[in-house]
């Protein structure tokens, strides 16, 4: 089995910054793409960044400039460091891998979500 565990949510005042972790754990043979996505209060979950195992980036339009994402393929690691943030920004924010485990083939898996909230 695979978890993903994310860290570094929480409140901060609209142009400040945050930085997310989510780490991989368990049956992991190697880890492919890894990414963030996030749901706002009604509306659909969206795709915030992905980075691919050598290190190839693709962003949303609306985080270009303000978001970095980056990992650690030693530690099986993805980060989201946020700059500039503004309200529109407040969602859970979940990360995404997709892993090879040992005798399971590939498969993604998702962590549990850890709310982002820019309010002044």
């Known amino acids: 089995q695979v978890q993903l565990v994310e860290s570094g949510g929480g409140l901060v005042q609209p142009g400040g910054s945050l930085r997310l972790s989510c780490a991989a754990s368990g049956s992991i043979f190697s880890v492919n793409a890894m990414g963030w996505y996030r749901q706002a209060p009604g509306k659909e979950r969206e795709l915030v960044a992905v980075i691919l195992k050598y290190g190839s980036t693709n962003y949303a339009d609306s985080v270009k400039g303000r978001f970095t994402i980056s990992r650690d393929n030693a530690k099986n690691t993805v980060y989201l460091q946020m700059n500039s943030l503004n309200p529109e920004d407040t969602a859970v924010y979940y990360c995404?891998?997709?892993?090879?485990?040992?005798?399971?083939?590939?498969?993604?898996?998702w962590g549990q979500g850890t709310q982002v909230t820019v309010s002044s």
């Open positions: 995404t891998a997709n892993v090879i485990s040992y005798g399971r083939g590939s498969r993604d898996y």
